[in-house]
């Protein structure tokens, strides 16, 4: 069966400082693979998302980047962290026939931006 | 442009009420409609997935339909329970009018069954 790991499961981080979030996916190849950001009271916003190793697609300009360095590794970055930046980071993934199939998600990591 | 709207945003009942949340979408040509749970500080769990041909769907004390022509999807818990406490979102991906990779996800509905 498929599995789904993100990790740190909370990070408290100050201003400025860099990050980096890892999602990892068990059990299938080729995944589609997605980050998502919900931040307080609102709903899931699509961040990142790649078709296959090297493949990052961008949905919304911030300080924020994405990296495949393996097909079931998908990697969160930022250099300079903002307050805003602050929120739940879900990692997700779906078969490439992501029209009839669901998306699966991790189990999620809180950022705390002080 | 595929909008998803969830009404209510919130709702709180009785334990062992009957209840339906309700999804509207904009774009009628999707391929399919799901359904998704969120418990606090946690990922989403799909609990149903409707193709686009299809009517309803269920699974266990959860009903889903699904009705193109007018844009609307209806979740149905029967004899609600405390364990049924969550955000219970709705998620069109992307349709034949869109293209892309992009899932249009309604805010959710806040469930909360008192024992």
């Known amino acids: 069966s498929q599995t789904i790991h993100q990790w740190p499961a909370t990070l408290v981080q100050p201003v400025g400082s860099p990050l980096s979030l890892e999602c990892t996916v068990e059990?299938?190849?080729?995944?589609?693979l997605y980050w998502y950001r919900q931040a307080a009271g609102r709903g899931l916003q699509l961040l990142f998302y790649?078709?296959?190793?090297?493949?990052i697609s961008s949905e919304v300009p911030q300080n924020l980047s994405a990296s495949r360095p393996q097909d079931r590794q998908f990697i969160l970055s930022s250099k300079k962290l903002l307050l805003s930046d602050s929120g739940f980071y879900l990692c997700?993934?779906?078969?490439?026939?992501?029209?009839?199939?669901?998306?699966?998600f991790g189990p999620g990591t809180r950022l705390t931006v002080l | 442009k595929q909008e998803v709207t969830q009404i209510p945003a919130a709702l709180s009942v009785p334990e062992g009420e009957n209840l339906v949340l309700n999804c509207s979408f904009t774009d009628s040509a999707i391929y399919n409609l799901q359904w998704f749970r969120q418990d606090p500080g946690k990922g989403l769990t799909s609990l149903l997935l409707?193709?686009?041909?299809?009517r309803e769907q269920t699974s266990g004390r959860l009903n889903a339909s699904l009705d193109k022509s007018s844009g609307r999807s209806t979740l149905y818990i029967a004899a609600s329970q405390p364990g049924d406490s969550a955000t219970y979102l709705c998620a069109v991906p992307p349709g034949l009018n869109t293209g892309g990779f992009k899932t249009i996800f309604g805010a959710g509905t806040r469930l909360f069954v008192k024992a």
């Open positions: 409707i193709q686009s041909s299809q």
């Open positions: 059990g299938t190849s080729n995944p589609n």
């Open positions: 790649s078709v296959g190793i090297g493949q």
């Open positions: 997700a993934w779906s078969s490439a026939s992501y029209h009839t199939d669901t998306q699966y």
